[in-house]
């Protein structure tokens, strides 16, 4: 395990302190700080220490939630059949009507026309990459949701995606639950939220280098 990778990939919010800034001293301010310094640094060594065991990973990502995106490990998937990556999509729409429903809205360089769909809120399209389809799904991260639940068997990675944080899912298939669709099982998949928009690629024989490649030339113009 990479710890100062992993360290730099946690997103960690800083609590504000002008107000503190400026009743204290500056020799006072320098050692009320090395606390909260000292307890967070142990706290993210902490965090990611437990990821590398599966028990302590599971509970830590029963609660994760990556913009639109929920994470939730469990101990038995719910039942979920399998279905083609286009199915349940939405209506077609515009890419105008697209971007009215996600702003920020990326799309992959591939030859030909791209069928756009949406449901939900949720933007999706299934463009072929190296002869194979791949979803690519997209939403507002305040509005709505996209739900997954993982077993133990399916790993949890995290990575950076666009000089941003995501996560890399990978192994055994999980569930996942589309805006207004029955569950369906989901292959590898590549979870990013950036500038208030959450991403998503997926295919079953995605390899993660892939993935990453194709986060990474994702353009906003077609």
């Given at each position: 395990?990479d710890?100062?990778?992993?360290?730099?990939?946690?997103?960690?919010?800083?609590?504000?302190?002008?107000?503190?800034?400026?009743?204290?001293?500056?020799?006072v301010?320098?050692?009320?700080?090395?606390?909260?310094?000292?307890?967070?640094?142990?706290?993210?060594?902490?965090?990611?220490?437990?990821?590398?065991v599966?028990?302590?990973?599971?509970?830590?990502?029963?609660?994760?939630?990556?913009?639109?995106?929920s994470?939730?490990?469990?101990?038995?998937?719910?039942?979920?059949?399998?279905?083609?990556?286009?199915?349940?999509?939405?209506?077609?729409?515009?890419?105008?009507?697209a971007?009215?429903?996600?702003?920020?809205?990326?799309?992959?360089?591939?030859?030909?026309?791209?069928?756009?769909?949406?449901?939900?809120?949720?933007?999706?399209?299934?463009f072929?990459?190296?002869?194979?389809?791949?979803?690519?799904?997209?939403?507002?991260?305040?509005q709505?949701?996209?739900?997954?639940k993982?077993?133990?068997?399916?790993?949890?990675?995290?990575v950076?995606?666009?000089?941003?944080?995501?996560l890399?899912?990978?192994?055994?298939?999980h569930v996942?639950?589309?805006?207004?669709?029955?569950?369906?099982?989901?292959?590898?998949t590549?979870?990013?939220?950036?500038?208030?928009?959450?991403?998503?690629l997926?295919?079953?024989?995605?390899?993660k280098a892939?993935?990453?490649?194709?986060?990474?030339?994702?353009?906003?113009?077609?």
């Amino acid at each position: 395990m990479d710890l100062e990778r992993e360290l730099r990939a946690l997103d960690v919010e800083w609590p504000p302190t002008p107000h503190l800034r400026l009743a204290l001293e500056p020799r006072v301010r320098r050692r009320s700080r090395r606390p909260l310094v000292a307890v967070v640094a142990l706290a993210l060594v902490a965090i990611v220490a437990a990821l590398a065991v599966p028990q302590s990973r599971g509970a830590i990502l029963r609660f994760l939630h990556l913009g639109g995106e929920s994470i939730e490990f469990v101990q038995t998937l719910p039942p979920a059949g399998e279905r083609p990556l286009g199915a349940g999509l939405g209506p077609p729409v515009s890419e105008s009507e697209a971007r009215a429903s996600v702003p920020a809205l990326l799309l992959p360089q591939v030859a030909g026309r791209l069928r756009l769909h949406e449901s939900g809120g949720v933007v999706s399209v299934v463009f072929a990459h190296a002869g194979r389809p791949v979803l690519l799904s997209e939403l507002p991260s305040g509005q709505g949701y996209l739900l997954k639940k993982l077993a133990g068997t399916t790993n949890a990675e995290w990575v950076d995606v666009r000089g941003t944080s995501g996560l890399w899912l990978s192994g055994a298939p999980h569930v996942f639950f589309f805006p207004r669709e029955p569950a369906r099982l989901a292959g590898n998949t590549l979870v990013w939220e950036s500038g208030g928009t959450t991403y998503r690629l997926e295919a079953p024989d995605l390899a993660k280098a892939d993935a990453l490649a194709l986060a990474a030339s994702l353009t906003d113009t077609p």
